[in-house]
């Protein structure tokens, strides 16, 4: 099998990149200084149907799959934008589609697909629980029709921006024979929300990178909002996991290539010694490990996308894609500062905003330790470490 694009798949590249133009590094620079949320790009990715990529053609999307959505978003990444701005959307809609009820899809899918609402918001990650997800502690009580939400999350990313969250609440306490049970997932509709329910506080970060504490306070949610079985959330929320890994793998190829570029660029024009210092192996070679790190991992990550989109196992391909592909852009961004020296520490390059928005990879949306527990435990059939 050879791992490259289609012909489609080609020219979806060629088309994202043509958009991505229209943004260039100054658009994103400007913003991440003022630390604003891209609206503008943001509306011209929905516009142009980017967003909808993964909704099926019924509910008005493009019916396209992971390795489509992936070649958008590592072109968005590649260009030097921030595809954190709006990647939930495409793998948080899987819950829905996978689980949702027909009346759910139908009300929510094609105004995604239109644009008319926004589902970027992923209410999973809690103060007391981090990566212990199973210690969710934000309950849902069932009262007559509705749930009444109490609790708070963190981290919340893109909640100012987005019209629906999808929130993990317990509805039931834990269960010692299933560790999993009495967790569920709800669509949240955020503009349905009273004045007082829904606290936001933002959280600064290191990047330009809206994310949240989000205080729950007797919240009510229709039980219609209810997705799938009431107790089986965490399940939905696992089976949401393959196509997030492998999307975020292609957002980092994406910055490793964005790296790449900016550093070869660099070291054939500047001259120092009378000569350009790509000419120096001390510059040259790393740049070249790097890339090769980063073209390693994109075929992994094409790989895992070619499995899933045939609807196979590709867990163990979908972690080992984050995990190689968060190393590779990382390691591509600290070649990249090397190679342009002091101006890699520049504002006006973009290298170093780029350096920070990569790290969060390692970082988020799981840690790659986690990743390490995933393969020891599931793929290599060693004791659970945790
Ligand atoms: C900018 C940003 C945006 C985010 N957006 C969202 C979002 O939209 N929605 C959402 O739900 N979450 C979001 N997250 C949360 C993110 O998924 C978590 O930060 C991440 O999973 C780590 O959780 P934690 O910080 O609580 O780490 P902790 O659980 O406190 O862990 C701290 C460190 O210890 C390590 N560790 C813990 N236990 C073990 C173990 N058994 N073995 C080895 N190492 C271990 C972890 O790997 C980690 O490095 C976001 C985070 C950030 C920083």
Request: hydrophobic letters at 40%; one cysteine or more; aromatic letters at 8%.
């Amino acid at each position: 099998m050879i791992l490259q694009d289609t012909a489609d798949q080609a020219a979806l590249r060629a088309a994202v990149r043509e958009l991505c133009e229209g943004f260039g590094n100054a658009y994103w620079r400007d913003l991440d200084l003022q630390r604003q949320y891209p609206e503008a790009f943001v509306k011209a990715l929905t516009e142009a149907g980017y967003l909808a990529a993964l909704i099926p053609e019924e509910y008005g999307g493009a019916g396209l799959g992971i390795a489509e959505a992936a070649v958008i978003l590592e072109e968005i990444n590649r260009s030097g934008g921030n595809a954190a701005a709006c990647h939930a959307q495409m793998y948080i809609m899987g819950t829905v589609l996978r689980h949702g009820n027909d009346d759910q899809k139908r009300r929510y899918l094609p105004a995604i697909a239109r644009g008319e609402l926004r589902l970027q918001a992923f209410g999973v990650t809690e103060p007391n629980a981090g990566v212990d997800t199973l210690k969710t502690a934000t309950t849902a009580k069932r009262r007559g029709d509705r749930y009444v939400v109490n609790g708070r999350k963190v981290w919340t990313s893109r909640v100012q921006h987005s019209d629906l969250m999808l929130l993990l609440a317990r509805t039931a306490p834990p269960d010692p024979r299933d560790r999993t049970y009495g967790l569920s997932t709800f669509l949240v509709d955020l503009r349905d929300a009273p004045p007082g329910m829904i606290e936001v506080r933002p959280i600064r970060t290191l990047m330009n990178h809206e994310t949240n504490e989000v205080v729950f306070s007797d919240l009510e949610v229709p039980a219609g909002n209810l997705i799938g079985e009431e107790g089986s959330g965490f399940r939905y929320i696992l089976d949401g996991l393959n196509a997030e890994r492998l999307l975020i793998a292609a957002e980092c190829v994406g910055d490793g290539r964005f790296f790449i570029e900016r550093a070869v660029a660099y070291a054939r024009q500047r001259i120092v010694f009378d000569r350009p210092i790509g000419r120096n192996q001390g510059v040259q070679f790393p740049i070249a490990r790097a890339h090769a790190a980063v073209e390693a991992a994109d075929l992994m990550r094409r790989q895992g996308s070619g499995l899933f989109d045939l609807g196979k196992a590709c867990a163990a391909e979908a972690n080992t894609a984050k995990l190689l592909a968060s190393e590779a852009s990382w390691q591509a961004a600290n070649v990249a500062l090397d190679t342009l020296g002091g101006y890699g520490f520049a504002h006006e390059y973009d290298v170093e905003r780029k350096f920070r928005e990569t790290r969060l990879y390692i970082t988020a949306p799981v840690p790659n330790n986690l990743i390490l527990a995933y393969v020891g435990e599931h793929v290599l059939g060693m004791e659970r470490s945790f």
